[in-house]
């Protein structure tokens, strides 16, 4: 049972109305928790990703019984890093600012998300001068990211002061959340020599087994409208960014150009321009490959379930840094899930404990190749696996079973022995 003076506030640069996955889950994770007993308060950023609904939000407001608070200050539209990064820096320092001054007659517990990658250390220094424990929720880890982009170097100074006030952050947090073993196991090295790693529990990223359901593509109206009834459709939806291996994706799809078989690429993102003029400089835009901008909300049951074969890729040194959220839904909508990733991630690791697809090594071709293939000359395959996908899904990646989770480690009643795929 919750406390009655005890009051927990989420921290997350997106909220509904926004439609970033990390909005979409932070409002499933504040709204469960609310109607599980807790008193929320979430204090998040105006609407500004690019799939968003991108309309003034008043600064404070309720949503399904959860309190928001807003940034009063100017964001802009996320459509290039400069923005993004003019954003982060608004966020956080808002943020911090806020939450250092905020007054509460409530005993108070912080829960706030990686992203902005400064938003940790700000909270952590946040709760550190006014006594709060707190919860930091690991969706991607800094400044493991930026190095592996190439941003910033490995050894430099920016990296190793950066580092050393996350392992600050990661020693002083009450509990922390993992999306993945191997995720778990590079925060314990990040953190260092003193930090406990029985603190970090693995919670799994969701999908609303309501909202998005197996559908034949005969009876979608999405499949029909595009063309995707008859070929073989592979189907990637999603954030288009440096981390996404697209490209052996594309380099695969050369080889099925005068093939009855469909790839669709649905999404933004900062790598798309690139990723598409690579599919023209390999000539297949067009027949073979085709793009599509970000489906409406509604639209998403249709658009998410329209395919064979769906994509989850993580570029290559990414293991550990980030879990794709795409992967839940991928399972969720039941079909195979072709995962280029390394065996040992996390996404390539549910993938095979459920046989739900295939993982293939980045820059490996000819095996995608031969996983469309095998998928294409046996549809009883393609049927296994798609209901394999689903099956695991509903068993163990659902908005209730992992907000549960949330409840349970926040409330002292999770077990700590509790297992985890």
Not at 7 to 23: C, K, M, Q
Not at 30 to 41: I, K, S
Not at 49 to 78: C, D, F, M
Not at 187 to 209: L, T
Request: aromatic letters at 12%; a negative charge; charged letters at 25%.
């Amino acid at each position: 049972m919750s406390e009655p003076n005890k009051e927990y506030v989420l921290v997350t640069e997106y909220f509904h109305p926004d439609t970033a996955s990390t909005g979409q889950l932070m409002t499933d994770l504040a709204v469960g928790l609310q109607e599980r007993g807790l008193d929320m308060t979430v204090y998040t950023g105006q609407p500004n990703y690019h799939s968003g609904e991108n309309t003034q939000q008043p600064w404070v407001s309720e949503y399904e019984g959860v309190l928001i608070k807003r940034v009063r200050a100017p964001q802009l539209r996320q459509s290039s890093l400069s923005r993004r990064l003019f954003n982060w820096a608004i966020f956080t320092t808002w943020m911090f600012g806020t939450m250092l001054i905020s007054q509460t007659e409530k005993e108070r517990e912080i829960l706030f998300v990686s992203n902005p990658p400064f938003l940790p250390i700000a909270m952590w220094l946040v709760c550190r001068l006014r006594g709060w424990e707190y919860t930091y929720i690991v969706y991607d880890l800094y400044p493991d990211q930026p190095v592996e982009l190439g941003y910033i170097k490995e050894s430099g100074l920016i990296t190793r002061v950066w580092g050393t006030l996350n392992q600050r952050a990661f020693l002083a947090a009450k509990h922390i959340v993992s999306l993945g073993p191997v995720m778990k196991e590079r925060i314990s090295r990040n953190a260092g020599p003193k930090f406990d790693p029985s603190k970090i529990e693995i919670i799994h990223n969701w999908e609303d087994e309501n909202f998005i359901q197996p559908m034949d593509k005969e009876d979608n109206w999405f499949s029909n409208e595009h063309g995707l009834v008859d070929p073989f459709t592979i189907l990637y939806a999603g954030n288009i960014g440096e981390f996404h291996d697209l490209e052996t994706l594309l380099k695969a799809a050369a080889e099925f150009e005068d093939e009855n078989v469909r790839f669709l690429i649905i999404g933004e993102g900062d790598n798309k321009d690139t990723i598409v003029s690579f599919a023209e400089k390999l000539d297949l835009r067009g027949d073979t490959v085709r793009f599509l901008p970000y489906q409406p909300w509604d639209d998403l049951p249709y658009s998410l379930t329209s395919g064979d074969i769906s994509v989850v890729t993580v570029k290559e040194g990414f293991e550990g840094i980030c879990v794709s959220s795409k992967l839940y839904t991928a399972m969720a909508a039941g079909m195979p899930v072709l995962t280029i990733a390394q065996p040992y991630d996390d996404e390539s690791r549910i993938v095979d404990q459920f046989d739900a697809g295939v993982h293939v090594p980045q820059d490996d071709v000819s095996g995608i190749i031969n996983a469309i293939e095998t998928w294409r000359q046996d549809p009883n395959l393609v049927n296994r696996q798609g209901t394999n996908a689903r099956q695991a899904f509903e068993e163990h990646f659902t908005t209730d079973d992992s907000i549960d989770e949330y409840y349970e480690l926040l409330t002292g009643s999770r077990s700590t022995s509790a297992t985890s795929p």
